[in-house]
């Protein structure tokens, strides 16, 4: 196994709560990243990101599609657990980050009645959410591609309606470098922001959310204080 090295320093400031970090090298891994001392956020080194090429190719590769009965669990387990629970009887929702096919899309309007707006930077760019409010707003795999995570969650709180309800899902770290340096969710080039529970409620202070409902894994759902 490979060694790291980490060290506070002064250079990248966390990009959710602007603390200290600390910079993970790995002797194998040419990426660097910076772990923030207070809220656990992690996020990769600027100079490591790939092209919009590269990105966009990650994303063709990624083959899931309504038919997959397992994939439609996935998701249906994801609504049951984040909006169901939390959701009135308005059913106006934004799938922020749909992906080449936008599969929650279609569960969410044909299994649970929702009218659904979707955006995606490369299969979606129509911003169809300016001058609109919502009762519902997904990103399901999205935030651990964005660079700069806090303004979006700013831009998803402006969307919600009174009683919304936002629900993200990204899989946490486990706040353990030697698990992170092999992790396969690290593995992913287009991957650039990760997360924690901890790094979750520090943005919901940050941003004025409250969060409903978290689990230790990948689940989190806000709503607005």
Not at 110 to 125: L, M, Q, R, T
Not at 156 to 161: E, Y
């Amino acid at each position: 196994m490979s060694k790291s090295e980490h060290n506070v320093y002064e250079g990248e400031r966390c990009k959710i709560c602007g603390s200290e970090c600390t910079q993970i090298l790995y002797e194998k891994i040419e990426s660097t990243y910076h772990k923030c001392t207070k809220c656990a956020f992690i996020f990769k080194d600027p100079a490591c990101y790939v092209t919009s090429v590269e990105e966009q190719q990650i994303y063709d590769s990624h083959i899931n599609t309504v038919d997959d009965p397992a994939y439609v669990a996935y998701f249906d387990t994801f609504i049951q657990k984040c909006i169901i629970r939390f959701i009135g009887d308005s059913k106006q929702a934004l799938d922020f980050g749909s992906g080449p096919e936008p599969v929650l899309a279609q569960i969410l309007r044909s299994n649970y009645g929702f009218e659904v707006d979707i955006y995606d930077k490369y299969y979606a760019p129509e911003k169809a959410y300016i001058g609109n409010s919502y009762d519902l707003i997904t990103a399901t795999e999205v935030v651990e591609h964005l660079k700069d995570p806090l303004p979006y969650f700013e831009l998803f709180k402006s969307l919600l309606k009174p009683m919304g309800v936002l629900a993200v899902m990204t899989q946490f770290h486990h706040d353990d470098e030697r698990r992170f340096e092999h992790w396969h969710y690290r593995r992913d080039e287009s991957h650039v922001s990760f997360f924690t529970p901890q790094t979750m409620a520090t943005i919901a202070e940050r941003v004025g959310l409250e969060i409903v409902y978290i689990d230790a894994h990948k689940n989190v759902a806000f709503k607005l204080k």
